[in-house]
């Protein structure tokens, strides 16, 4: 459990700094039974308020 809480994390933070930004968004394997890495092109960039 451990371990799927740091892929979790490592995800969250990939996605605010690297995909979100480009249009993109990575989904956490967990949510996929860890089968597939699954990437969503968005329709607008999200721009992130930090």
Do not use: A, G, M, N
């Given at each position: 459990e451990?371990?799927?809480?740091?892929v979790a994390?490592?995800?969250q933070e990939q996605n605010e700094r690297i995909y979100?930004?480009?249009g993109l968004l990575l989904t956490n394997p967990v949510d996929r039974g860890l089968r597939v890495?699954?990437?969503s092109i968005l329709?607008?960039?999200i721009v992130s308020r930090t």
């Open positions: 451990k371990c799927l809480r740091k994390k490592f995800v979100k930004p480009r890495i699954e990437i329709d607008q960039p």
